[in-house]
């Protein structure tokens, strides 16, 4: 008998050699049927392997993370068992499960796949999922595995062979295909009843714009096909909020192929718009002790190998910039943070300026492959609303909660209703990763689990996903149409300060090291933008709509009235254009509706006479006629409730 330890502590045997499967099924016959995938301590395990000695065990259903991924992944082998049939001869890169279904990169060959092979693909894979394939796992040596893949001539796999350790290898087979997997996967294809082949895309092998161009194919699935319809309902909905597409409607930013690519132009209602939530930002960091600093967008190179930045990225970031100086190089900032280090080193410090609270709007640029470059979520230069607390070890956990309370109320005067903390921590069998002592590791990782605690926020914990440099709380939001985004960070680091040799004296008049708290709520101004223009679908919080109001002449003759109508609003701080192209009434209604303008005002002769506009709201229609100091004051005290909330 194996003693099996639940999540709630809650401990039960079972005879050795029982799955997962099917302790779920002896728990209820439910959970049976809905179980997809599982972990054994803490190593993901797929729910038909038997478990062999006592144990800790997590079941995961199709609304847990670790569900979806079994089962994208399991989708992803019956993709390209799908293709082995249809396209003999292919070859198979590697096909994972990703945030919103799989791909699979293959070689073709011969075959040429486009788009219009689609519907025959999807239905290949119904057709194998109907068959109910058997997914089984076997465990391979490295020589057996290499003869396996090249005697199927796939190359791509024995290159991935030959660099796995030998006793770590296994393999997946279903019907008449075998891959090349660590797993975990579902029991049998059965529980995939609806696909969509998603898209097609380039990839170089491994990333390598030197190595072979395969054909990346995407795809989703689902285990019923209403799911299936629900979610392409919503990708309809994303089209329409892509901040792309809002960007440009709206005119707030651009890209242009002479700048570069992946470097945003912010256009004036852009500005404005990043300008007021640069402000927003500002206000509140005032009101907890944060001191603005500014800092280079270049550095020299050492500053970077000091920080260990240019050993974990420097392969990855624009090339060093030479000077005339023989030996002398720069690089374009990566990270705001070793500039930060060095402004806490410009003046001899005491226990009696701790916390230290530097903050900056920090524009930093990394080489992003042009592949995958996305609007302004993946950029090469980008403004980090940064800051870093330097403070005692004693000071940790007060100061990681007050960025909590930092980060909280930026969600909810946004609106970012729906989220949830994930705190990073190293990877304990892979230290080499990280930088920094074990003991500092213990310190940091602590101090954030601690403060989750005492704020009563339920957080995930995810090995392997820390900074190299310390753990981290991520705070993943949910947006208007369930889309999730990592916005808001918050990590501690104890190396930095080590590699830096920053001291402060103690109240014991010696030497000490300060610990780092590295701090943005938005993430990035670019990001943040896109973000929120698609959670409101350019519908800002009227404080925050770089432009609040159009005055629209309903003909040139009107046209000094409208310029009084603006100033007057101009005067009251309300942000305020004249439409005043040569165009229909009936098309500038439609162009600023297009611009998300949150109100329209329209004047003609009898609103002249009087003193007033007619005030339009979109989604609301005409709200009738106001004196123009009314609607002034209307819009205000919109505003001030808003801010008030």
Not at 556 to 566: E, R
Request: glycine share 6%.
């Amino acid at each position: 008998m194996i003693k099996i330890t639940f999540p709630d502590n809650s401990v039960k045997e079972f005879e050795a050699d029982t799955t997962p499967l099917q302790i779920a099924q002896s728990i209820s016959p439910r959970l049976g049927r809905e179980v997809l995938a599982a972990t054994v301590n803490g190593n993901e395990w797929d729910i038909a392997r038997p478990i062999e000695a006592d144990a800790e065990l997590k079941l995961f259903k199709w609304d847990d993370p670790e569900g979806k991924h079994a089962f994208w992944h399991s989708s992803a082998h019956l993709l390209a068992e799908a293709l082995q049939e249809l396209y003999p001869g292919v070859k198979f890169g590697i096909g994972p499960a990703i945030e919103n279904g799989f791909y699979y990169d293959i070689d073709p060959g011969e075959h040429k796949i486009t788009s219009e092979d689609f519907a025959k693909i999807e239905a290949k894979m119904l057709e194998l999922a109907k068959k109910e394939e058997d997914i089984v796992r076997a465990d391979i040596s490295k020589d057996d595995a290499l003869k396996m893949f090249g005697e199927r001539n796939e190359e791509y796999k024995c290159e991935l062979i030959s660099e796995l350790e030998d006793g770590t290898i296994s393999t997946y087979t279903q019907g008449a295909f075998t891959d090349l997997c660590r797993g975990p996967h579902l029991p049998n294809t059965g529980a995939i009843k609806a696909v969509k082949i998603m898209s097609l895309a380039g990839a170089y092998w491994r990333g390598d714009e030197k190595r072979n161009q395969l054909v990346r194919v995407y795809g989703i699935s689902f285990p019923k096909k209403s799911m299936l319809d629900e979610h392409l309902a919503l990708l309809e909905e994303a089209k329409k909020r892509d901040h792309r597409k809002l960007g440009k409607e709206m005119e707030l930013f651009a890209f242009s192929q002479k700048v570069g690519q992946g470097l945003p132009l912010w256009l004036p209602k852009g500005a404005a718009l990043r300008d007021r939530l640069e402000q927003f930002l500002r206000k509140i960091q005032r009101k907890y002790g944060y001191q603005q600093v500014i800092t280079p967008h270049i550095g020299n190179k050492q500053l970077y190998v000091t920080s260990g930045h240019y050993a974990k990225y420097g392969k990855d970031s624009f090339q060093p910039i030479h000077t005339p100086e023989e030996g002398e190089e720069y690089l374009l900032k990566p990270m705001n943070c070793p500039h930060h280090c060095e402004i806490f080193r410009a003046l001899p410090r005491s226990y009696r300026d701790l916390p230290l609270r530097l903050a900056e709007f920090g524009t930093v640029y990394r080489y992003e492959q042009s592949g995958e470059l996305h609007g302004l979520t993946r950029v090469r230069g980008f403004t980090q609303d940064d800051a870093h607390i330097y403070c005692a070890p004693d000071q940790i956990k007060d100061e990681f909660l007050k960025v909590m309370d930092i980060i909280l109320y930026i969600f909810k005067a946004l609106k970012f209703e729906n989220f949830e903390a994930q705190i990073s921590l190293r990877d304990p069998n892979h230290k080499e990763k990280y930088i920094g002592s074990d003991e500092n590791w213990h310190l940091a990782e602590n101090a954030i689990i601690e403060a989750c605690k005492e704020k009563g926020l339920e957080a995930r914990t995810e090995l392997g996903e820390a900074a190299f440099y310390g753990p981290k709380l991520d705070f993943m939001v949910r947006d208007a149409i369930g889309r999730r985004w990592q916005l808001g960070t918050i990590q501690v680091d104890y190396n930095l300060p080590e590699r830096f040799e920053l001291e402060y004296t103690g109240r014991d008049n010696a030497k000490h090291r300060p610990v780092m708290i590295h701090r943005a709520p938005f993430g990035s101004m670019e990001r943040f933008v896109a973000v929120l223009l698609e959670h409101t679908a350019g519908h800002f919080p009227l404080w925050l709509a770089p432009q609040q109001a159009v005055v629209i002449p309903v003909s040139d003759k009107f046209m000094d009235y409208a310029k009084q109508v603006a100033d007057e609003l101009e005067a009251a701080d309300i942000r305020v254009e004249i439409d005043d192209r040569n165009e229909t009434l009936g098309r500038k209604i439609r162009d600023n509706q297009l611009k998300k303008v949150p109100y329209m005002l329209i004047v003609g002769e009898k609103e002249a006479q009087n003193g007033e506009v007619s005030v339009r709201k979109p989604g609301e229609g005409d709200l009738g006629s106001m004196k123009i100091a009314n609607f002034a004051a209307l819009l205000n005290n919109e505003v001030q409730q808003m801010i008030n909330q």
